[in-house]
């Protein structure tokens, strides 16, 4: 037989999607977080090994049936880095051919549904990831919370913070954004924020958290919040051109694949990022993903 | 004997002066770090402990001489912090009369050599404080590293490596900081930088004292530098107004001491913020610190 398994490691969840031969999707199946440096070799070895095989035998098919296996996950992009990540997945008993890539790389592949395109990333974090009918690539974005990952939910989120501090301290107006967030932080007020941030040990993922607020805010007419909001997506776009502009597909018909809880839900980032977009390059189509990174993965190694 | 004590704890060293009631200076002295959250209270407490009694032992006097210590640090606005630092005092044996208050506070009374005026804080971290004839004081700024403190050291080391990897990723120019800061760090490409960030565990001072090579990067005429040291004096500036607004001394002659490696060294930052400061607050002298922040907790415990 010849089956193709395709997975997307998350910091927070593993995907895998097994298909066969014909492109058919065979099996969904979910394992805990891929993250070398968060979790260690040794968790991401045994979560992956436990994942094939719990995927085997509810499909009823041997490890010698797959054909090829191919997943996308952060920061392999670097050959000692693909070399550790080889090195984990036949560390699980697998003999087969493996394809190891970036997530953004399967993401691009689920999202536009092939190898040409744009994928722009906005959740926690942001990054913006293409690839020409040539076969060139470029990145942009993706530096993490505290060097860039402009426009996505960490970055919407902090932004807040400092402007309620900036309120409560009387360098600007107060904002909206303050009672929103306070409350659902359950928090007393703004001093409390201190807390929040450096001592409860919060987070990226609770910090990103606050751009469904900043969202609320701004539908509430909050000016401020519709600043962040308008700049972030400003930001996204400007990642987007840097990948766009660096592939010369600012002339021609093809598509960028949104993905993540900012760029698809938030109202306000999610319009303008489009106005901006079909201002600028009116040929190129701003779609929601076809097809998740798992898929993205199957369909990479149907390719290989 | 009637003798006075000043304290300034800083997260990285601890500076005493001794004075006599005439206001005369009799001694100054230095310790180790007096931040309780990153050393525990125990190692404070130890290093207090020691530092008095080296001092007493150099200067020929008793505990019983010492009419008032004052000791100023970060962090302690709320009671229970005051409560914790006044133990950590008398757990040092010494009994007398004890001032426990904000580094900002004594660097205030040291910088304008009085109780009246504003005092702005911009080496590692940011922040402005200042108090009116009528006792009215006013803090803003000072959020730390995540939230805030623009216009420090870090706020602008931080933006540069933001607008190195924008420079990388082709999101805009490239910029001088780009080889003058990799060559620093030792690093081969702007990626390293994500290595430097994340993974060696770079603390808030090795990204503030970049804050130098950004200066030297304007000098060479690059116009990112330009841009993040006007908006760093820009950011000071409203911080400072946000202070001096509020307590009303926006049309009476007082004093704004400046302190910190940012604020009196870089050319930049410094000669804008005064710009902005002689145009809009023509009234406010713009000083260099009269005294230093023990010297201040000096002033204060004599007042006390």
């Known amino acids: 037989m010849n089956y193709i398994i395709g997975i997307d490691g998350g910091g927070t969840k593993t995907a ?23 979790m260690g070799k040794e968790y991401v070895q045994k979560m992956l090994k436990e994942l094939l095989e719990d995927t085997l035998n509810k ?19 670097r050959p000692d880095d693909k070399k550790i990540m080889e090195d984990i997945i ?8 493996v394809v190891i890539t970036n997530d953004a790389e ?47 939910g960490y970055y919407i989120g902090i932004n807040a913070i400092n402007r309620i501090a900036k309120g409560y301290d009387g360098i600007e107006e107060k904002t909206i954004m303050t009672d929103l967030i306070l409350e659902h932080l359950n928090l007393e007020n703004p001093q409390g924020l201190i807390q929040f941030v450096y001592r409860s040990g919060a987070g990226k993922s609770e910090i990103a958290s606050l751009a469904r607020l900043v969202d609320e805010a701004y539908k509430q007419g909050d000016t401020i919040a519709e600043e962040i909001l308008l700049r972030a997506a400003f ?44 201002k600028n390059y009116p040929h190129i189509k701003v779609i929601n993903m076809k097809n998740d990174a798992a898929w993205g993965a199957v369909l990479m190694g149907m390719n290989n």
Chains 1, 2 share one sequence.
């Open 235 to 278: 930001e996204l776009f400007l990642t987007a051109k840097a990948v766009i502009d660096y592939l010369k597909l600012n002339r021609k018909e093809c598509s960028l694949a949104v993905n993540g809880s900012v760029i698809e839900k938030n109202e306000c980032v999610s319009n303008e990022f489009k106005r901006l977009m079909n």
């Open 59 to 77: 499909s009823e098919i041997t490890m010698e049936d797959i054909r090829v296996l191919c997943i996308g996950t952060a920061g392999v992009d």
């Open 106 to 152: 399967t993401a691009l592949y689920g999202g536009v549904g092939g190898n040409e395109g744009v994928i722009l990333i906005s959740g926690t974090g942001s990054i913006c990831f293409g690839r020409n009918s040539e076969g060139e690539t470029k990145r942009a974005g993706g530096w993490g919370h505290i060097i860039g990952d402009e426009g996505s």
């Open 16 to 38: 895998l999607k097994l298909a066969d031969s014909d492109g058919k999707l065979i099996l969904s199946n979910e394992g805990g977080p891929c993250n070398i440096n968060s």
């Open 90 to 97: 036949r560390g699980t008993g697998y003999n087969g051919k």
